[in-house]
């Protein structure tokens, strides 16, 4: 099986850039690009990063606002500063040099078993099972395990290191990648393309999509929240988000949400006065739109406003006046962006 499998992978194999080097830094760069985003997505993201910072080395060195500049837009921002600060851990801690044992790479901030296991198998070829989605997916079918419990992701894990036990690790591990995600799909397996057909327990049933069983996912939580874009003359007020808070390290606009009973210009009015200090007056509405995250969604409507006369900012929190020409200079999140596409809109309709 294990043959076959390898010899479809040869054919086969997604032609991403990742795969084109046994660089522990880039296979480990890569895999954390990739939790919870699609590949399409992250290859632009990646090429861009390497061309900057072509060696662990230049990350050791680059500041974090650099970094998550360079990540703007790729969202789920705690995997950029997590791997800025375990980049940080290595240079203190281990002499500057990627561990090559998964007991001290996992302790990393943002590693963990699956990328400890995905870097090591794939860049020094370490028996290690990389059990992401599509693996598990793939295995729960071949194994005919309708949950995924932590009972069956272990027998998923030994079946895969048995496998491995006559080499080739890296290659299982980004073979099952593959076939999870051309062949064995979510919700269309290609059965007849498939090089393990013949020993998949799920196919005999009829119904190999039924393997795993689909968790119910719970209906995400849904804000309402007002954002102003506060001129003094030809700048406009940002500020920086705390590192604890999501989206930390990135700048945005005052405001924040809708409490019940409000209208809008009200609840910004507040959110300004006790964000930041600053008295305003709200002029007219820049536009509205939705913006979904993981595990939230929010209903975003921006304003521009004016500080009044003699209003100061007062807020500890480190903050900029900065021109629309600044923009590239400062990472802000995907929503903001949004509204600088309707700021620009406006101006082009005069």
Known sequence: MVQSLLRWYKINKRDIPWRQTKDPYKIWLSEVMLQQTQ????IPYYKQWIKKYPTFTDVMQAKESDLLKLWEGLGYYNRCRNFHKAVNNIANDHDGKIPDLMGDFKKLPGVGDYISSAVLSISSGQNLPALDG???RVLSRVLRKKKVSPHNRKIIHNHILKWMKYGHAGDINEALMDLGSIVCRPNQAHCHECPITEFCGAVATGNPETYPK??????TPEYDVVTGIIWKNDKFLIMLR???????GL??????KIKNGENKTKALEREIR???GLNVDIENQIGSFKHVYSHFSINMTSFHCTAKNGSLVTTQQ???WIK?????NFAFPKANHKIFSLMNEMRRNG
């Open 274 to 276: 006790e964000e930041c």
């Open 134 to 136: 599509n693996i598990i």
């Open 251 to 256: 700048w945005e606009f005052p405001g924040g």
């Open 318 to 320: 480190k903050h900029q």
């Open 242 to 248: 705390e590192n604890k808070k999501h989206l930390g």
């Open 39 to 42: 590949v399409e997505t992250v």
């Open 324 to 328: 629309l020409s600044q923009i590239d």
């Open 214 to 219: 689909i968790l119910t996912k719970k209906k």
